[in-house]
């Protein structure tokens, strides 16, 4: 089942940036059944392209696999490879999304980009693959409107 996995159970270095990072997967354990699988990055961080200064987001993305499961250490290391990473909010969280889907081809993929304010305003960016399919329990993303998070 893991037998492709290149990071799983090694010490991996940090890629430098998304296009260097590996995003992996691994056969779905119940194929055939609908499920959401929801993965919850608190503390991720890109950079302003135009300042070269940090911005932090929490971002929730949630799908219901088909085929395929992301490997969530390699999940971890490409969300983290957009730490030196130029590029505007909704550009992060389009380029994640669209990366997830080429490599999962998910039944359905959602993502919530909740960026913290700089200049005094958050940003928040969504997108989904389309309606979610009909069965499956699809929460809350529990990201509250922004009131001072953290």
Same mark, same amino acid.
């Not at 779905?28 to 919850?40: C, D, I, K, S």
């Not at 590029?87 to 990366?99: D, N, R």
């Given at each position: 089942?893991?037998?492709?996995?290149?990071?799983? @159970?090694?010490?991996?270095?940090?890629?430098?940036?998304?296009?260097?990072? !590996? +995003?992996?997967? =691994?056969?779905? #354990?119940?194929?055939?059944?609908?499920?959401?699988?929801?993965?919850?990055?608190?503390?991720?961080?890109? /950079?302003?392209?135009?300042? &070269?200064?940090?911005?932090?987001?929490?971002?929730?993305?949630?799908?219901? #696999?088909?085929?395929?499961?992301?490997?969530?250490?390699?999940?971890? /290391?490409?969300?983290?490879?957009?730490?030196?990473?130029?590029?505007?909010?909704?550009?992060?969280?389009?380029? *994640?999304? @669209?990366? !997830?889907?080429? !490599? !999962?081809? #998910?039944?359905? +993929?959602?993502?919530?980009?909740?960026?913290?304010?700089?200049? &005094?305003?958050? *940003?928040? =960016?969504?997108?989904?693959?389309?309606?979610?399919?009909?069965? =499956?329990?699809?929460?809350?993303?529990?990201?509250? #409107?922004?009131?001072?998070?953290?």
């Amino acid at each position: 089942m893991t037998g492709e996995l290149t990071q799983l @159970g090694q010490a991996t270095k940090m890629p430098g940036s998304p296009e260097q990072a !590996l +995003l992996e997967r =691994v056969a779905a #354990p119940a194929a055939g059944q609908r499920y959401l699988v929801r993965f919850t990055a608190p503390e991720f961080t890109a /950079l302003c392209p135009i300042t &070269g200064q940090p911005d932090f987001a929490h971002i929730v993305i949630d799908y219901v #696999p088909d085929a395929w499961i992301v490997e969530s250490k390699s999940l971890k /290391l490409y969300l983290a490879s957009f730490r030196n990473h130029g590029a505007f909010h909704e550009a992060c969280t389009l380029q *994640i999304a @669209g990366a !997830l889907v080429a !490599l !999962l081809a #998910p039944t359905w +993929l959602r993502i919530g980009a909740y960026f913290y304010p700089r200049g &005094g305003m958050p *940003i928040d =960016v969504f997108w989904q693959t389309g309606a979610p399919p009909e069965g =499956v329990w699809v929460p809350d993303q529990g990201v509250p #409107p922004y009131r001072g998070r953290g």
